[in-house]
């Protein structure tokens, strides 16, 4: 059975697990401690942004003329090491005095509870 068809900023992907194979490539792509480039960089702020609910559910309460103001500004994007499962690379997101660990399956499954939110703190010292 095929999945269901996402659409991630201007790429309309087959499923999600189409979708989660095309951002693991651009973090593979990257060595640890390394900002990615200007094209990934688009992708990854697409992400972001990517709301995985259903349009109907997603949109509920939402003005569509508001809806540009929900963007995050982000100042940077790069690729390096888990600060705990060292050996596995991982997406950090710089919004100006802090940086998020930033998990691109977690962002294409959505709908996750608390407890299991990847995106985490660890803010710049």
Same mark, same amino acid.
């Given at each position: ?12 992907? +087959?499923?999600?697990?189409s979708? @989660?194979?095309? *951002? $693991?490539?651009?973090? &593979?792509?990257?060595?640890? &401690? +390394?900002s990615?480039?200007e #094209?990934? *960089?688009?992708?990854?702020? #697409?992400?972001?942004?990517? &709301? ?5 559910? @997603? ?11 929900? @963007? ?5 994007? *790069?690729?390096?090491n888990?600060?705990? *499962?060292? $050996? +596995? $690379?991982c !997406?950090?997101?710089? !919004? ?5 660990? !930033? ?5 294409? #499954? ?9 995106? !985490? ?5």
């Amino acid at each position: 059975m095929m999945g269901h068809q996402i659409k991630i900023g201007d790429i309309q992907f +087959t499923s999600k697990k189409s979708a @989660a194979e095309y *951002y $693991k490539k651009i973090l &593979n792509k990257y060595e640890p &401690n +390394t900002s990615i480039d200007e #094209n990934d *960089y688009f992708d990854l702020v #697409n992400l972001l942004n990517y &709301n995985s609910e259903p349009k109907d559910q @997603a949109h509920q309460g939402v003005d569509e003329e508001n809806e540009e103001s929900i @963007a995050i500004e982000v100042d940077d994007i *790069y690729v390096n090491n888990h600060p705990v *499962y060292k $050996k +596995t $690379k991982c !997406f950090y997101v710089v !919004f100006g005095e802090e940086e998020w660990l !930033f998990s691109y399956l977690l962002a294409i #499954n959505g709908g996750l509870s608390d407890e299991k939110n990847f995106i !985490f703190h660890v803010g710049i010292q």
